[in-house]
């Protein structure tokens, strides 16, 4: 049985009140589809803390820095529904685009500090939509705990500090990357590598993971940073738009007795492939 799915605000709204009045927590998992193992785990930990799940299914425009990458994000809407069914998801909440940002929608949130470099200096724009979207879904869903990957670390950064600085009340619950056989960190945008390039992928992984090893060896991060960055070119991944040892909270420079975090966006075959690790600094 697939999950059901709620479009009107109204009609899931509606259901909240009534879990609500029951005294039943909720909790969501907002995504923009194309699902797949990573997004499922986010809704297994949902269903083991929360009585009630909902997943948003958003292809969020705002987010988007280029076009052509909105038109060809992936859309399988009844798939991702029946993916979910089995998991006991209450709700698949897939907005209209015209109830989430009707003509006149004004409001835009704006999140200053840690969204500043990486992403947000390549992807001009696009953590704003972020921000924006994540307190459009947290004010419709009402919900008590969302989940969210550490697969978008920056993002997930963002939304912490979004949510202590709007004094929202949900807690925000962090879940592992989930990973393919091969290491690649799974995204719904891996669907669109050809074969070779798919095969290939697995070398920004293995880049990421010996960079850390030998950073918690104590080799100098600048050195071990600009090889791993040449093999990556050499792998044939272009351009390599950052590979950055950085804080893990406020993204920037890191600070010793600080968790760490190495970040990479990088270009294979046209599509932009991000990841990034754990780095405990010697
Ligand atoms: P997306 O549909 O790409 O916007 O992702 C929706 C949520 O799923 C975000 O919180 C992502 O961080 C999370 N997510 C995506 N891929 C993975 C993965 N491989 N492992 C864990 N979480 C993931």
């Known amino acids: 049985m697939s999950a ?29 589809g194309a699902l797949h193992e990573g997004h499922l785990s986010l809704v297994r930990a949902a269903k083991a803390s929360c009585d009630r799940v909902i997943v948003t299914l958003f292809v969020n425009p705002r987010q988007f820095n280029n076009a052509e990458d909105f038109a060809r994000y992936p859309r399988t809407e009844h798939a991702d529904a029946e993916l979910l069914g089995p998991l006991g998801v209450d709700a698949l909440f897939v907005p209209d685009g015209d109830e989430v940002y009707p003509p006149d929608h004004a409001t835009v949130i704006s999140v200053s500090g840690v969204t500043a470099p990486l992403e947000g200096a390549h992807r001009p724009g696009h953590f704003d939509g972020v921000a924006t979207v994540v307190t459009l879904l947290l004010n419709m869903t009402q ?32 879940c592992p990357c989930v990973r393919a056989g091969d290491g690649l960190a799974l995204s719904s945008r891996n669907q669109r590598l050809t074969a070779e390039g798919r095969a290939r ?60 975090r190495l970040l990479v966006a990088a270009w294979l075959d046209g599509v932009r492939l991000i990841d990034n690790l754990a780095v405990t600094l010697p």
């Open 143 to 174: 919900a008590d705990r969302a989940f969210f990957g550490e697969k978008d670390w920056q993002q997930l950064q963002l939304v912490r500090r979004l949510v202590q600085d709007l004094k929202l009340p949900v807690e925000i619950v962090p």
């Open 201 to 260: 992928a697995a070398t920004l992984p293995q880049a990421l993971f010996e960079a850390v090893a030998r950073i918690e060896a104590g080799e100098p991060a600048e050195a071990t940073l600009a090889a791993a960055q040449a093999g990556l070119e050499a792998a044939g991944f272009a351009p390599v738009e950052y590979l950055a040892l950085r804080d893990g909270e406020t993204l920037g420079e890191p600070q010793p007795g600080r968790p760490a």
């Open 4 to 32: 059901p799915i709620v479009r009107p605000l109204a009609e899931l709204r509606a259901l909240v009140r009534g879990w609500k009045s029951r005294g039943e927590s909720i909790g969501v998992v907002p995504t923009m």
